[in-house]
């Protein structure tokens, strides 16, 4: 595993006329690690992957790739695979000669073309059929096969699940995993956010162009808080609520939502003593935090 | 500075359409033996020469008052069908194998895949240089299988032939700079199209009228397709000079700047 950032971005920007799309973001993405971009459509995800990409010029800033700046990004290249967002594949070809096509602009064999095709559920008779007869699901899993057929060391997928089925979106996240425990770097947009929690450690969040927030998945869920919902066996009076120290909003004589920062060890004694019936997350921690951002801008009472 | 794989990419996706291109260039200038090798049809021709109007022997570079086998033929080189086949393929194929790309955003596949960027402008430019190749050399193969299977006693001797497919080879090489050019420009293969017919056609118009139009001649070097006149070859009065010199810098410019763009341009 290497301590070298797989992707680096300083004071990234992109402007369009007077129309900022992407403002100074500094993003760093580590090696061997799942990494979650998300923001709502037209934030700038797709810009800022085209800048990785060498796709589109900065207005300001650098990009690097495994520590190499973007000149070097020819060299690079090939150890990168990559899913775009809204891409027309070539109907005149069918599915295996698309694949061969952009293999044959790098050095090898396709190593893990038959196990990619299998888990993605794509027959040896789907791949000889012309990409005109394919639906949108199987052009998509023909992308992810296009991206990841050469082993690359960073695949950069913009809404790679888009499409797809969700047996076959379960098995993406299977492949993405095996990726990264053999030491390669995702970075995945989506506007999808329990599918990132779900997979990634490390997540970014932009907004409007900005990158509002970048850490851990883990690191990010302590910092936030939490909100429990809390039935009790009996109707709970405000008083004895508030005698508990806990900091709770009721909602009705028999539940309430309370919120928690920090370490729920804290709390968890307290609660116990609480005729307590049933205990429910109407919302994880990061959508909470991540609809409070789209909704107000704010940062909804990070820690 | 060529993609291999581009390459054989666009010549499949072409290998009907350029055969069948080809055998109507050999079939077209077949066919205008064929009319002065008859002597029913010879006549014909020769009589709507004689009452053909000043300004369009004008427009066809003829010269003389009498009807010439060697004019004849060589007009066919010239003629509107067969330069609309051969502008339409630059046209065409720049339209589909770069802007389309672009439209359709296959060109983040590619472009993460082609270094230098430029091997994909490069290699269409080239596919487009061997169509035309192919495309005079179907017409000058149709102009002398005719004349051997007809015997035509004043047909084009072979070195004026060659003379003309270069000639032609160099103008629409000019073409197909600009029009590969005029393809980096736009992210919709429509417009691209449209802007690259247009541009054409125009020219075409202009050089119609700068022949026709006495007062419009002095203005007849700067006509684009003033340089492309198989007749004026067989007349004697071509400036292969000037000629070579106007379309070598016509295509070295075109084509430098479609590469620096498309090297530069945000995809």
């Not at chain 1, 990841?148 to 060391?153: E, G, T």
């Not at chain 1, 609809?291 to 801008?297: E, K, L, Q, S, T």
């Not at chain 2, 003379?163 to 160099?170: C, M």
Request: net charge positive; aromatic share 12%.
């Amino acid at each position: 595993m290497s301590s070298v950032a797989a992707i680096q971005c300083r004071r990234l920007s992109k402007k369009y006329g007077s129309f900022t799309a992407v403002k100074q973001i500094n993003l760093q993405v580590p090696s061997a690690s799942i990494f979650g971009y998300l923001g709502a459509n037209g934030a700038g995800k797709t810009t800022t992957i085209r800048m990785i990409l060498n796709l589109q010029k900065p207005t300001e800033g650098t990009v690097s790739l495994f520590g190499r700046p973007q000149e070097a990004f020819g060299a690079i290249a090939p150890r990168i695979g990559v899913v775009p967002g809204e891409v027309r594949l070539y109907e005149d070809m069918t599915g295996l000669e698309t694949l061969d096509y952009f293999q044959s602009f790098l050095e090898g064999p396709p190593l893990l073309r038959a196990r990619l095709a299998e888990a993605l559920k794509m027959s040896s008779s789907d791949l000889t059929k012309k990409v005109r007869a394919y639906s949108q699901g199987m052009k998509q899993k023909l992308l992810l096969i296009q991206a990841m057929q050469h082993d690359p060391d960073l695949l950069i997928l913009d809404e790679p699940s888009e499409r797809l089925d969700p047996l076959i979106q379960m098995r993406l996240y299977e492949l993405l995993a095996d990726f990264k425990s053999r030491g390669k770097t995702v970075f995945f947009s989506s506007h999808n956010l329990p599918e990132v929690e779900r997979i990634c450690d490390h997540i970014g969040i932009i907004k409007d162009g900005e990158l509002i927030v970048q850490d851990e998945i883990e690191t990010l869920k302590k910092k936030l808080p939490r909100t429990i919902r809390v039935t009790f066996r009996r109707e709970m009076p405000a008083g004895e609520l508030e005698k508990s120290g806990l900091n709770f909003t009721v909602l009705s004589p028999r539940q309430a939502d309370l919120h928690i920062r920090g370490s729920f060890e804290e709390v968890w004694p307290r609660l116990c003593k609480m005729p307590l019936s049933n205990m429910d997350m109407p919302e994880s921690p990061l959508e909470s935090f991540f609809m409070d951002y789209y909704r107000n801008g704010t940062q909804g009472g990070m820690a | 500075m060529i993609s291999h794989q581009q390459f054989k990419r666009i010549f499949k996706s072409q290998r009907y359409v350029l055969p069948l291109l080809m055998l109507l260039a050999f079939a077209w200038q077949m066919l205008y033996v064929v009319i002065l090798s008859s002597s029913a049809m010879r006549k014909l021709a020769e009589a709507y020469f004689a009452i053909m109007p000043p300004a369009f022997k004008k427009f066809m570079s003829i010269m003389g008052s009498g009807f010439s086998g060697e004019q004849f033929l060589a007009f066919g080189y010239t003629h509107p069908s067969m330069l609309f086949i051969l502008s339409f393929v630059p046209v065409a194929i720049a339209g589909r194998f770069i802007t389309a790309e672009m439209e359709g955003r296959s060109i983040e596949l590619l472009a993460i895949r082609l270094f230098p960027r430029s091997r994909l402008v490069m290699t269409t430019w080239l596919y487009t240089f061997v169509a035309h190749a192919l495309l005079f050399s179907a017409m000058m193969g149709g102009t002398l299988a005719g004349q051997a299977a007809t015997a035509l006693s004043d047909g084009l001797p072979a070195a004026l032939i060659v003379k003309i497919i270069l000639s032609g080879l160099l103008f629409f090489t000019a073409i197909n700079s600009m029009i590969t050019f005029a393809a980096t420009l736009f992210d919709n293969r429509g417009k691209a199209m449209a802007w690259g017919i247009g541009f054409l056609l125009i020219a075409f118009i202009f050089d119609a009228l700068v022949k026709v139009w006495e007062q419009a001649a002095f203005l007849k070097n700067y006509s684009l397709f003033h340089w492309y006149q198989p007749v004026d070859i067989v007349n004697g009065k071509y400036d292969y000079g000037v000629a070579i010199a106007v379309l070598a810098l016509l295509t070295l410019f075109f084509l430098g700047a479609a590469v620096v763009h498309f090297s530069r341009r945000d995809m």
